[in-house]
Structure formats: C-alpha cells, structure tokens
C-alpha cells in the first residue's frame, strides 16, 4: 500500500502549517494552566502580569506546594498536618494515599537511624491498616524490611530509601488535592504534546509528509519517502 | 509624503521581507467569527426518494408503516433520511422504534449510500449495511448475513450509529450497545440512516434526535473519547520536555520575569530539573535582546506608545526608520487606539490625520485602519464592534510584532521566520496540521481538531 501515499513537499506542508490558526491566547493559556498545575506559584503571578492571562487563585497552588515540599525533603508528618488542615477529607477518604503517607513516614524513621521509633510506629500505626488491606500489609512488610540489612543500599528493597520513592508519594497527596480542588490533576501541555506524536504516526498511515521528530528544538524534517 | 501608488508598491515590496506584515495578516481574519453551522442533518424521512407503494409515510415523516403482501425480496419498503448522516462529529447516531413487527418482523436499520436500490434490505447490496430484526443478523453489502445479535421485535427500541473516529458501525438495542462492524473505504459519505420494513403492517418510528435518545449517547461518546485518551497518555515523552517548551516560549515572547521566578523555581525544586542544553544555539537566539524585549512589551502593555517608539528608535532604529512599515503602522495604530481609550479624541483625530491617514487605501492595512477610525463613531466603543481592539489582547498583538522584530535584527538568526513563531506554537501548528491533514485524507470524515476544545475540554463545571 506504500505506493498509494500521498506525498506532501515540504514546500506544501509548510504552507498548510502557516494556514493553520493558532491564537496567542490560548498558548498563554496553556502555559498558565502547565505553571498552575505544576505549582510555579511565583512564575504564575509574573504570567499573569506580563501576558496578562488570568489564573486561579493562587492562594490553593501555595498550599498544595507546602504539603508537596514537605514530603519531598521527608517532613510526612508536617505534610498529613497540613493536608488535614487544607481539607480533612482528603485523607480520610482516601485510605491508600494514608497509608502511603505512613509508610513514607517509616521509611524516613529509618533512614535517619530511629529503630525503636520505627519499630514503634510500625507496630502501632501501620500494622493494624495493614490487616485491612492485603496489598499494604505486603508494603509494610517490604518496608520493615529495611530493618534487617546494615547496608541498606545495597539490600533488594533498597529502592525505598531512594529519592524517587519521596517523589512518588509527593506526586500522589499532589494529586489528590488537586482532585480535592476539583482541579485537573495534569498539565494539558504534556498530553498535547503525546497527541502531536500521536497524529503523526496516524498521518504517516496516509501520508508521506515533513514530521517533527525532535520535539525539543520542534525542527521540521523534510519527507522521508 | 510619497504618493499613494508608490506606497502601494512598495508594499508590494516589502510583502517578502516585512515580518511584521505576519501578524497584520493573521490579525484580519481573526476577529471573523466562522461558526458556520451545517444545517443539513437528517431531520425526517425521504419521501420522495422511497419505495413508493410498498409503504407509507406518515405525515409528520417520522414512521412508516408496510401495507401491502410482500411478494418477493425486491418489494422491501425502504426509506432514507431527508439528509445524510453528517461527517463533521465523532458519532452519528439515530433510533427506531418498533411499533409493530407486522407479519413477519422483516424489519432492518442501517446506513445506505447515495445510490441504493431503493427496493432491497440494507445491507444485501453493496455499499450499504443494516442490522436485520427478524434474524438478528448483519448485513454489509451481502445477501448473506452474520451472526450478530439478538433479533428485535414489537416494542423494542434499535438504534444504529457511526463511530467516524474508530471507522466503526455500531448498533444498540433498547438502550444496550449490541456490537459494531467495520466500516470499510467503500462505505464513503454520503450515508444515509435507513430504514426498512418489508411485510403487512409493520410500523417503525424514527427518531433523529428530535426525541430523546432511549441509549447514552453522551456516555458512550464520552468513552470513546477516553479509550482515545488513554492510549495517547500512553506514549512516552522525555523528561521534562514540557519545562522546555514552556521555557523557551518564555524565551521567545520576553517574558523575563516568568522566567526568572520559573528558573529559579525549577532549581529548587527536589530534584532540580536541568533542561537539556544540547541545542545551545537556539537557545542564544532566543535569549537575543530579552531585557529589550521585555522593556518594550511591558510599555506597549501599559499603552506607552510614545516611549515605546522612542526606545525603539534608540536602540533598534532600523526596525522603525521606514515609516510604512508594518510595524510603525501597527504601533501608530495602536498609539491612536490609546487616545481613543483615554477619552482624548480631538487628539486621536489629529494623530489620525497625521499618521495613519497615510496607510488608507493600502490593502494589508486598510481593515485596521478602518476599525481604528471607527472607534470614534462609539459613545461606547468598548461595546461596539471594533471594540476588540481596546481589548488586552490588541496590545499584545503590537508587542508580539516588536518582539518578533527586534529578534529578526540578531545577526546569528539564521532564517528570519523563526522570529514569528515560538517551539510551541510550531509544535501546535504540526499537530492541527496533521489532524486536519489526516481528516481531509479520510474523505473528511469525523470531527475536526480544534485547540480551544482541548484547551476547555475535562474542566469540571
């Protein structure tokens, strides 16, 4: 079916890319919603200032950011403090983003060397959720098992001391209060961009025509025919 | 003063070279409101173009009832819709009920093509399809039907639909999706909803939506739509290619505070993200003159024209020495625009008089120019017609045209239309081009891509 692909120059492409209308409102839009949603606070109210696009109250991206940094450097218990205190709902109907948080709040125990705190919290806090719900009960476990290795870096769930481990619990209270907020969760700009490499592939299905494959400098690539 | 006629031509000129000419260009046009609403669904039954004598149509041209024998297969009762299905949404949908199923319940509905043998089944002739209730079967373009579901009778409610996105035919019975069938490149639009009825006194109901719906359309839609989403968010993206992108239309435009507070934040943050530098040379491109950039936008915002003009002069006088360019025209425009906002009209009108009077009769500019001196018709200009141009908005097109000037002045630009546009905007020109591209190539069937409904689109009321 190759031969029947309709062949589009780059001479013809270019000139149906400048036909298309794209309204500077709406890409400020998009880059307002992409600093919201990723908590700019700052970087937002200067947008707003200097493109004069408007926003949502920024009042709600400063306190989604403190709960976020709290957990990003380690402070759990700060962090569930000051969800609660945005709106008590949150934890409370969301039981998994709780045991998460709690099990987050181990590992940092851990990390800083405080066993018996650990032991203690553990034993206390953790365990009695963990007899509601299989899947945490297997959590703590792995958890708990940072306690039986002297070099935790080099033992299998290792994993859980690392910094990616704090960034996926931050991601998901993140999440949740945006939910909470009624707020979309995700930035448009990245799903844009996935649609972008997403129409290609479908056109190429059709067409042969000049693509965009580095999407970070957006150059445009003459046809591969 | 030079003559109009030289003026023309030089325009003329220019038109190759003066980028500020662009965003003249995509302003005219912009402000036109292209809601053109195609009016041609399928409202009712054809009753010209039917089986005449086989069947009859009701008055209000929604049911048809057959009042005859059925002798043989090519006395079948079939009636299209007034219009065809349209092309221009995801989903075409429509329903039948069935009030009675007659002698022998040879009922069928389906889509058919413009030139259907308007004696037969839909579905036993080629280019046509129908879901049959006396045996539940399928028919696409055979005599020969497939198992497909259940059959239909008396009371039941059938609906058939288009799925243009997933080329899909799908059908439904009281309110449950029954199951879908490819629609294959032979089955082009036009397609007409059909009908059929074909033994004594079977009667079917037809609603193109002036009722109701019995099935969810709005859900089911709305599930295709995610199924769609989903496997988009499933393609990968590097990392932090969003922060770039952003950044580099921060870049582009002289946003410079944005910037600054985004790069400071984006340090902090744990862990910092570093946004690869591989392309160094674009980046010194952009960063070409952004303290001059953000100055002039930031005056041009605030309706300071005068100094604007004279920053320019001072620091980029080759982008304001030609006097008919478009960047002077629009800044000129735009220093009337001012006035006008202030209330100082006798001053708007000598500043008219002086400066834009010169760019009347010329095409590229007259639009504007007449928008301009219409503002002074207004009591209330604001809420006249022209009163997009005391709009935000307006001022932003003037510092974007400076913007895009001063960057085309840096001598390591390598092609002067890089200055119009930012990576995003490139990026979001590919992909409407694309799926406008890929629309136009499917016979432009399904639903056009436009920015602003994805822009709009998952915000909760």
Redesign the interface.
């Known amino acids: 079916m190759a031969a029947s692909k309709k062949v589009i120059t780059r001479e013809e492409w270019e000139k149906k890319l400048n036909d298309v209308k794209i309204r500077k409102e709406d890409m400020n839009k998009l880059v307002m919603n992409f600093l919201v949603t990723e908590g700019f606070v700052e970087a937002a109210e200067k947008f707003r200032k200097e493109s004069g696009t408007e926003h949502i109250d920024l009042a709600t991206i400063t306190d989604r950011m403190a709960v976020k940094k709290a957990v990003q450097s380690g402070n759990v218990e700060d962090a569930i403090e000051k969800v609660n205190d945005l709106n008590p709902e949150i934890l409370d109907t969301n039981p998994q983003l709780y045991f998460h948080l709690q099990q987050q709040r181990l590992i940092e125990l851990i990390r800083n060397g405080k066993i018996e705190e650990a032991l203690e919290f553990a034993q206390e806090e953790l365990a009695p959720r963990g007899e509601e719900n299989q899947s945490f009960l297997e959590d703590l476990e792995r958890t708990v098992a940072l306690l039986a290795f002297e070099d935790v870096s080099n033992c299998p769930v290792g994993e859980l001391l690392d910094i990616s481990q704090r960034l996926k619990t931050a991601s998901e209270v993140n999440a949740a209060i945006l939910t909470s907020q009624s707020h979309e969760k995700d930035p448009k700009l990245p799903s844009l961009l996935k649609m972008l490499i997403w129409a290609q592939n479908q056109l190429d299905e059709k067409a042969a025509y000049p693509h965009i494959k580095d999407l970070s400098s957006a150059k445009l690539e003459d046809p591969v025919i | 003063m030079m003559s109009v006629s030289n003026c023309k031509k030089k325009i003329e000129d220019m038109k190759n070279e003066d980028l500020a000419l662009y965003f003249l260009q995509?302003q005219i046009?912009?402000n036109d409101d292209d809601s053109s609403v195609d009016s041609s669904v399928p409202t009712e039954l054809n009753t010209i173009n039917s089986s005449g004598g086989f069947a009859v149509v009701s008055r209000d041209k929604l049911s048809v009832k057959y009042t005859n024998v059925n002798l043989h297969g090519h006395d079948v009762g079939v009636i299209q819709s007034n219009n065809p299905a349209p092309t221009n949404t995801m989903i075409y949908y429509f329903e039948i009920f069935v009030k009675d199923a007659g002698a022998k319940g040879h009922i069928s509905i389906g889509f058919t093509s413009n030139n259907f043998k308007m004696r037969r089944q839909p579905g036993w002739e080629p280019n046509s399809c129908g879901y049959h209730g006396d045996d539940g079967l399928l028919y696409c373009g055979h005599a020969k039907g497939e198992p497909f579901g259940p059959t239909y009778t008396s009371g039941d409610i059938v609906g058939a639909g288009i799925n243009y996105a997933q080329r899909l035919f799908f059908f439904t019975k009281n309110a449950q999706l029954v199951g879908t069938a490819y629609k294959d490149n032979t089955m082009n639009p036009p397609l007409f909803p059909t009908i059929a009825v074909h033994s004594l006194n079977e009667e079917v109901h037809v609603n193109f939506g002036q009722k109701p719906f019995t099935f969810d359309l709005k859900e089911f839609e709305a599930q295709e739509r995610m199924k769609q989403?989903v496997?988009?968010?499933e393609?990968p993206?590097?990392p932090n290619?969003?922060y770039?992108?952003?950044r580099s239309?921060?870049l582009h435009?002289g946003?410079?505070?944005?910037?600054?507070?985004?790069d400071?934040?984006s340090r902090s943050?744990?862990?910092p993200i570093c946004i690869?530098q591989e392309?160094g040379i674009?980046e010194q491109e952009i960063t070409y003159a952004l303290n001059h950039r953000?100055t002039l936008?930031?005056l041009i915002?605030d309706g300071e024209i005068d100094t604007a003009f004279g920053k320019l002069r001072e620091w980029y006088p080759q982008i304001v020495e030609d006097n008919t360019s478009a960047t002077c025209f629009l800044l000129h425009s735009q220093k009337f625009i001012e006035l006008v906002r202030v209330g100082a009209l006798e001053e708007a009108v000598r500043y008219g008089r002086t400066e834009l009077s010169t760019f009347f009769g010329l095409p590229v500019f007259q639009d504007l120019v007449k928008d301009c001196v219409a503002l002074l018709a207004y009591e209330r200009p604001l809420e006249s017609s022209v009163g997009y141009l005391l709009k935000?908005?307006q001022r932003?097109?003037v510092a974007?045209t400076v913007n895009a000037m001063i960057l085309s002045t840096n001598p390591n630009m390598k092609e002067s239309k890089n200055c119009l546009h930012?990576?995003?905007?490139?990026?979001?020109?590919?992909?409407?081009?694309?799926?406008?591209?890929?629309r136009s190539?499917?016979g432009d069937q399904g639903e056009a891509?436009q920015?602003?409904r994805?822009?709009s689109a998952?915000?909760?009321a």
């Open positions: 995509q046009g912009s989403q496997k988009i968010e393609i993206l590097p290619l969003s770039g992108i952003v239309y921060l435009y946003y410079e505070d944005t910037l600054d507070s985004f400071m934040a943050t744990v862990p690869a392309n674009d953000k936008r930031q915002r935000d908005s932003e097109v974007d930012s990576y995003l905007e490139r990026l979001l020109r590919q992909l409407t081009a694309c799926c406008l591209e890929r190539l499917s891509f920015l602003q994805v822009l998952g915000k909760r």
